[in-house]
């Protein structure tokens, strides 16, 4: 059996609660944090950090000669951001088609690379699935760690504040504490929230956050997983369960299954990514913790061997800093200086 709850405005429990005042959020709106590219920029500052100091580092005053010994310097250094044999082999390749032989200057291989990334990193569309009618069931996969639910709270705190009317799903049923945040996040959110016993079957959950969703007319029921590894064979089986009860409820949903990835486990992400796809059918990533990590690339081969879209990155610790991912604003803000 589930339980509901619906949205609260007090702040008991402020010990618990999300953060989300301006001291952990400095971004507090668009303007505040320069913009898209400003918070892009800032979240990537550790990846930047690093491939900026060690291209810069590969030119002199007077440019650098793009010869054997200058690419193969350059790959190693696009390698130290997890972006893979792939994508830095394309990236040096560009490199080497426009420039052999020359003598160049940081600006014109900077603006190469750059052009090169975004070329890598383009996909079709990175909104959100939406139901032909409401409501569009938004199931959230990951492995322990990952920042699943933490990511799912500034999801939803994301479609809150355009407006939307959402109901939580606390699927992890099996971690009290993944319940607790979930529902502390609901009520600093202001949203309706499904629970149920610890360990309870997660998809009666799933199945309930559903119904509750389409009883209250809501825009978005969004429903949290346990945290998995991908060699899992039964927990995997289990998000297939889930799947199909809220296919059952809700004929054709859920709508977008979001795999969040974190991205301080750089390649290991890439592993990650095969199991869940084919369990759980994802339709798109939440790359988390990019803010943390000197591994950003690892979005280049990430898209490259799953083409799944990059829908949302988070960018810091507070309520407001995930944004929608944009290959153009990520490729400049990657290597700005």
């Excluded at 990846?47 to 350059?74: M, P, Q, S």
């Excluded at 606390?170 to 971690?175: E, H, I, W, Y």
């Excluded at 007319?217 to 991908?230: E, M, N, P, V, W």
């Amino acid at each position: 059996m589930a339980f509901w709850r619906s949205k609260k405005n007090d702040s008991s429990d402020e010990s618990t609660a999300p953060e989300t005042s301006s001291a952990s959020s400095p971004a507090t709106g668009e303007e505040a944090s320069g913009g898209l590219f400003g918070k892009m920029k800032t979240g990537l500052q550790k990846t930047r950090r690093v491939l900026g100091t060690d291209i810069r580092d590969l030119f002199k005053a007077e440019g650098r000669l793009v010869d054997e010994d200058f690419l193969g310097e350059l790959y190693a250094r696009l390698i130290r951001t997890d972006m893979g044999a792939g994508p830095a082999g394309r990236i040096r390749d560009r490199v080497a088609k426009d420039f052999r032989g020359r003598v160049v200057h940081l600006e014109e291989v900077v603006e190469t690379i750059t052009q090169d990334i975004r070329e890598q990193l383009k996909q079709d569309h990175g909104d959100l699935a939406k139901a032909d009618s409401p409501p569009t069931v938004i199931l959230v996969v990951g492995v322990n760690g990952s920042g699943k639910t933490t990511s799912i709270g500034k999801l939803s705190h994301h479609l809150v504040s355009q407006g939307h009317k959402i109901v939580l799903g606390a699927g992890d049923t099996f971690r009290a504490a993944a319940v607790e945040q979930l529902t502390i996040w609901s009520e600093r959110i202001g949203c309706e929230i499904v629970t149920g016993p610890s360990g309870v079957d997660p998809a009666s959950v799933a199945y309930q956050t559903t119904e509750k969703a389409v009883e209250i007319g809501a825009d978005y029921a969004i429903i949290d997983t346990a945290g998995r590894l991908q060699t899992q064979g039964k927990l995997m089986q289990e998000l297939e369960k889930i799947r199909r009860v809220i296919d059952k409820k809700l004929p054709g949903a859920p709508h977008e299954v979001l795999l969040v990835l974190d991205a301080t486990a750089g390649q290991n992400a890439i592993s990650q990514a095969k199991g869940f796809s084919n369990a759980a059918g994802c339709t798109g990533i939440i790359l988390s913790k990019l803010d943390g990590s000197a591994k950003g690339g690892v979005v280049l081969p990430i898209r490259e061997q799953f083409e799944l879209p990059v829908k949302f990155v988070g960018l810091g610790e507070g309520i407001e800093d995930m944004t929608k991912f944009d290959p153009d604003t990520f490729a400049a803000a990657l290597l700005e200086a």
